[in-house]
């Protein structure tokens, strides 16, 4: 009885349906009436707004990524540019300052010029111009060579000085050039005098406490001498003429149990750094060198000739 009451046809899950055939043909047909439909009324276009509209947040989300990725090498790219662009501009900074620094050696150095030409020019006869080349390369002595030598007329024991004052004498000569002992050696003696005072003494170079320094010897311990007098030359060897400034008053220690004061000096003249010179004749052969003026009565003589 139960079993008779159950239908003979078969459950839902097992029915077939239409054949796929079928379907094949009608949603092909579908599918081409939608697009004759499409390409000739424009009937999807709202459908495809919509759906469009529907999925443009999905769409900004899945792009995100994308566009920042871009935007980082993008970024990227310009901090490179950017990068190269300022490495050029300070290689063109440094080039421009390199060019301003030699600008201002230039300027300085034709002041240098002015002035040694302007000494030259009201200053003794038999004067040569000179380039300090190189310093000399005994490491315990102060000495520069000159590019003139005998060739050019220079002379041994001939005083070198720049704008400013004496830096040293010629103390050999070679036929293309000459090695120069700076004032500053301590091998080297000058005669001085105090510009305030007008007493004499002589400057010796000094090395033990100062590369480039003098010290004023043999000066009582109750000298007048100060810190700041100007010390020029005396004249008295017949070396250096008279009135050259040498070295400036720095330091004086006196001591009671001391005879002489220690009197510690700097050069007026730029004795490390210098580079053009003036080379002067020595007092005694500029003396002799100078031509005797014309007596007067000659002159008259001649005058009342004409």
């Known amino acids: 009885m139960a079993l008779a009451s159950l239908g003979r046809d078969p459950p839902p899950f097992f029915r077939q349906g239409p054949s796929a055939l079928s379907r094949l043909v009608v949603f092909s047909a579908l599918a081409l009436l939608l697009m004759v439909a499409d390409a000739r009324f424009q009937m999807v276009q709202p459908l495809r707004a919509s759906i469009a509209t529907a999925l443009y947040p999905l769409q900004w989300l899945v792009l995100q990524p994308l566009l920042l990725s871009q935007q980082a090498n993008d970024r990227m790219d310009g901090m490179f540019s950017n990068e190269a662009t300022l490495r050029q501009l300070r290689q063109q900074l440094t080039e421009q300052r390199q060019r301003a620094q030699q600008n201002e050696e230039l300027v300085l150095e034709n002041q240098r ?96 406490r100062n590369a480039d320094a003098l010290e004023l010897r043999f000066m009582a311990a109750n000298a007048d001498v100060t810190v700041g007098d100007m010390l020029t030359t005396s004249g008295v060897d017949g070396v250096y003429p008279a009135g050259l400034p040498v070295a400036r008053i720095d330091k004086v220690e006196r001591r009671t149990e001391a005879v002489f004061a220690r009197i510690e000096c700097v050069p007026i003249a730029m004795v490390a750094g210098t580079r053009h010179v003036l080379v002067l004749l ?25």
């Open 282 to 306: 020595p007092t005694a052969q500029a003396a002799v060198a100078r031509p005797p003026p014309e007596p007067e009565h000659k002159a008259v003589r001649s005058g009342g000739r004409r």
């Open 113 to 208: 010029l002015r002035g040694i030409l302007n000494l030259q020019e009201r200053q003794w006869p038999g004067t040569l111009a000179a380039q300090v080349v190189y310093d000399a390369a005994d490491p315990y002595t102060r000495k520069v060579v000159l590019d003139k030598g005998q060739s050019q007329g220079v002379q041994l024991a001939s005083p070198v000085i720049d704008e400013f004052g004496v830096i040293g004498q010629v103390t050999r000569v070679f036929p293309m050039s000459s090695e120069v002992t700076l004032i500053t050696d301590r091998d080297h003696a000058i005669p001085v005098v105090n510009v305030r005072t007008g007493a004499r003494g002589v400057a010796y170079g000094e090395t033990t």
